[in-house]
Nanobody, 125 residues
């Protein structure tokens, strides 16, 4: 059993920045890749970014490349999503999710068995 919780969302003006945190508890968290996904009202949940279990490889969606970065601190069981140059189209509920042990990077939601409750990010324009 892996428990996840997101924090750091809020209201920000276009061009601003936010840092989201994903706190995890449970066994073998440091052996799991962590992905970030987002879902806007009336739209599908889509991939944003991911980091592998050892923290040396990352993947980002084309729509956020160069603006968002993902990092992890395994000693504290935290994963972070730094969001810069935010746009109105970034407005969504953001979720973090944990993979099976030792799985590599993936953008597929079905590859992540454990999910947080989400945190709202609203970008005004």
């Amino acid at each position: 059993q892996v428990l996840l919780g997101e924090s750091g969302g809020g209201l920000v003006q276009a061009g601003g920045s936010l840092r989201l945190s994903c706190a995890a508890s449970g066994p073998t968290f440091t052996t799991r890749s962590v992905g970030w996904f987002r879902q806007a009202p009336g739209k599908d949940r889509i991939f944003v970014a991911a980091i592998n279990w050892i923290g040396v490889s990352t993947m980002t969606a084309q729509s956020v490349k160069g603006r968002f970065t993902v990092a992890r601190d395994n000693a504290k069981n935290f994963v972070y999503l730094q969001m810069n140059s935010l746009k109105a189209e970034d407005t969504a509920v953001y979720y973090c999710a944990a993979s099976r042990p030792y799985d590599g990077l993936t953008s597929t939601p079905e590859s992540y068995p454990y999910w947080g409750q989400g945190t709202q990010v609203t970008v005004s324009s």
